[in-house]
């Protein structure tokens, strides 16, 4: 059985441009959630995905987007990039959030220069 | 607001003694909490969880233990191998809060 799978596993990026993330959850799995993880700030949730809609945010500026499709793969997105949003972005799934645990991707490793 | 914390950034121990990771949290309405296992280069991985409706729950060399009146969680490592070296995190419910985790370090 395939894991969470994000692409890329690392990208650098200059600060003002955009970037894109990209998750593929476990087969069957309808919640994906985001997570940014900095050393300061440990783990931090940032949206969650059910069927397509955002079913809760964390408290992040609107600069941070995601979205997610009919198959349950889920993509964020940050405009204009900062320095400080350098971070491993990690994605998890879970069958129903409110129940299960969730299983971790191994994460995109974003640096901004 | 709503949290979950941990109590040490650090926890060293001995190859074969056991280990205890501490967890506090903040919402008495949470009422499931899961153990995370993060190691250098990964993803974090579900180690073990528990209801509020459990004191204890073991697992293959782990327990852990739930406190309601404190509002704190730990997480019990029994015979700490080095394969044990990650950082821990501790979540509520629906993941919305983790903290920052404790790192432990298993000397040989």
């Known amino acids: 059985k395939a894991g969470v799978t994000q692409t890329p596993r690392y990208l650098i990026k200059t600060r003002g441009q955009q970037v894109t993330l990209s998750c593929s959850p476990i087969?069957?799995?309808?919640?994906v959630s985001w997570y940014q993880q900095t050393p300061g700030q440990g783990l931090q949730f940032l949206f969650e995905?059910?069927?397509?809609?955002?079913?809760n945010k964390g408290n992040f500026p609107g600069r941070f987007s995601g979205r997610q499709f009919s198959n349950s793969r889920s993509e964020m997105n940050v405009s204009t990039l900062e320095l400080g949003d350098s971070a491993l972005y990690l994605c998890?799934?879970?069958?129903?959030?409110?129940?299960?645990?969730?299983?971790f991707g191994s994460g995109t490793r974003l640096t901004v220069v | 607001g709503e949290s979950v914390g941990l109590h040490l950034p650090t926890l060293s121990v001995q190859e074969g003694d056991n280990s205890i990771i501490n967890c506090a949290y903040s919402?008495?309405?949470?009422?499931?909490f899961i153990w995370y296992k993060q190691e250098s280069g990964k993803g974090p991985q579900f180690i073990i969880d528990?209801?509020?409706?459990?004191d204890k729950r073991q697992g293959q060399r782990v327990t852990v233990l739930l406190n309601k009146t404190v509002k704190h969680l730990s997480l019990q490592i029994a015979a700490t191998q080095p394969g044990d070296s990650a950082v821990y995190f501790c979540?509520?419910?629906?993941?919305?809060?983790f903290g920052s985790g404790t790192k432990l370090n298993v000397k040989p």
């Open positions: 998890a799934s879970s069958p129903d959030r409110a129940n299960y645990g969730y299983t």
């Open positions: 087969s069957g799995h309808r919640s």
């Open positions: 995905y059910f069927s397509e809609t955002q079913r």
């Open positions: 919402n008495s309405a949470s009422d499931y």
């Open positions: 528990i209801r509020s409706n459990m």
């Open positions: 979540a509520e419910e629906r993941g919305f809060y």
